[in-house]
């Protein structure tokens, strides 16, 4: 009877060992996507701003500085900000600041997380969802979602520019 316990407990730790194999597999899983999805977004920002002189598009490691905790996959600073509004010797707020959720777990936090972008001076939030194949795009006092089948174009940071949100 020991020996049946012990195999069935045997039997538990080794179907809870492979659950958390599987849960840290899905999770590796969703931070690529997510990355993927901020590469592919970045170089398309890349693409449009810098022939046309427009400013500077900064990844996460750049803007990590500001504030703790406020943190973006990509961001956009204008030329005009780039001259005027530079914050004690950091970089200046962004126009743009672009985040990636890839779990239904992080909606709350990282909605919270484009309200306090916005109440530090940034223009533009966008929230790309990839679990929900959905991006949201906030600005003071709105947010706009859209579907995976729409076009993203935020004429008031960067006008012109376009990108079909299926391409992410």
Do not use: N, Y
């Given at each position: 009877?020991?020996?049946?316990?012990?195999?069935?407990?045997?039997?538990?730790?080794?179907?809870?060992?492979?659950?958390?194999?599987?849960?840290?597999?899905?999770?590796?899983?969703?931070?690529?996507?997510?990355?993927?999805?901020?590469?592919?977004?970045?170089?398309?920002l890349l693409d449009w701003?810098?022939?046309?002189?427009?400013?500077?598009?900064?990844?996460?490691?750049?803007?990590?500085?500001?504030?703790?905790?406020?943190?973006?996959?990509?961001?956009?600073?204008?030329?005009?900000?780039?001259?005027?509004?530079?914050?004690?010797?950091?970089?200046?707020?962004?126009?743009?600041?672009?985040s990636v959720g890839s779990?239904?777990?992080?909606?709350?936090?990282?909605?919270?997380?484009?309200?306090?972008?916005?109440?530090?001076?940034?223009?533009?939030?966008?929230?790309?969802?990839?679990?929900?194949?959905?991006?949201?795009?906030?600005?003071?006092?709105?947010?706009?979602?859209?579907?995976?089948?729409?076009?993203?174009?935020?004429?008031?940071?960067?006008?012109?520019?376009?990108l079909r949100l299926a391409?992410?």
């Amino acid at each position: 009877m020991f020996s049946e316990r012990s195999t069935d407990l045997q039997a538990l730790t080794s179907a809870a060992t492979l659950s958390a194999d599987a849960d840290a597999l899905v999770k590796s899983a969703r931070a690529d996507l997510a990355a993927a999805t901020i590469d592919r977004l970045a170089q398309q920002l890349l693409d449009w701003v810098e022939p046309l002189d427009l400013g500077v598009v900064l990844g996460l490691e750049a803007l990590s500085g500001l504030d703790a905790g406020m943190r973006a996959g990509v961001a956009f600073v204008s030329q005009g900000r780039m001259k005027s509004r530079w914050i004690w010797g950091k970089l200046p707020v962004p126009d743009l600041v672009v985040s990636v959720g890839s779990a239904p777990d992080c909606h709350e936090a990282m909605t919270r997380q484009m309200h306090a972008w916005l109440e530090r001076g940034v223009e533009v939030c966008v929230l790309i969802e990839t679990w929900a194949k959905t991006v949201s795009v906030f600005r003071s006092g709105e947010v706009e979602t859209l579907g995976s089948w729409k076009v993203l174009s935020l004429p008031d940071v960067l006008p012109g520019w376009e990108l079909r949100l299926a391409h992410l």
